[in-house]
């Protein structure tokens, strides 16, 4: 199964923006150093989440982005959704009409999609920056404070 | 996420054989002539397969392929991956990305999701459906 470099760098660019955002709106530039994703493709990924609605950017001197909602009102689905287009299994929708096809896709392929969206759906930022805490091994904050 | 045609295409054919072999072996060609695929692309999903045990190939004249295990011992979330790989990929899981719970909860989900489904629940509702009359081209000999 593929998932794309996108919701992955997108989601770990998001909770670093909401962990460094608390004094102010954050650089493109200062994420993707910490985080070392590169960052014309940063700009890539927060240019789809912006216009989605999902971050905001602020202008001038001590500019930068910033969540549009808390973490814990953001939806970890809305961010994949954006990122990779649509949550659907397949590019294309199966075009055969088989019993096996009608079967395998009420069976197993509809049910692996409501288990995706459900999952998806069910997870906010903060659950994601909450689960990272717990795991307590994170150089990150130790460099942070 | 996407799922590849192999790991649809794959699907279709195991579902395919088990549905027509009824312990007999099934040749390629009639596989690949009822899923609409080409003889050398069912030939290398089923090198997976046999390599993963879902299928077994009978040798001789009346040879062709026959399942590996019975089909309610097949769970479809194996042949997937067997197919396709993980369900979320290693490297998401492996990683030091805070990012990387979420991964590990999704696969999780899933997984519980898609645990008790077998290959014989899928040939049990192929069952259930009525049968088609024949089309003209399955007179053509």
Redesign the interface.
Known sequence: ???SARS?YG??AL??LSLNSLNGPVTLTSIAER?DIPENYLEQIFSSLRKAGLIRSIKGAQGGYQLSLPAEKTS?GDVLRTL?GS?D???EN?T?N???????K????D??N???E???DS?TLQD??D??YR?GT?D?LMYDI | ????TK??YG??AL??LA?HSEGEPVSLREVAR?C?LSQTYILQIFLILRRAGFVKSIRGVQGGYVLGAPPEGIL?LDV?EAL??????ED?LSGD???R???E??AC??K???SS?TLE??LE??RS?PVREPGRMDFVI
């Open positions: 199964m593929k998932f992955r989601l770990r909770i670093d985080q970890v990779e949550l299994l397949f590019d199966p055969g088989s019993h096996i096809q009608q079967c395998l009420g069976l197993l392929w049910r692996m409501r288990a995706l459900e999952y998806a997870q994601l920056i689960d990272f795991r994170n990150f | 996420m996407k799922i590849s790991g649809r699907l279709e579902a395919d549905f009822r609409s479809l997937l396709e790989g993980p369900l979320v990929p998401f990305g805070q990012e719970g979420f991964w909860g999704l989900h899933m519980e999701a898609l489904l629940d899928v509702c192929c459906l």
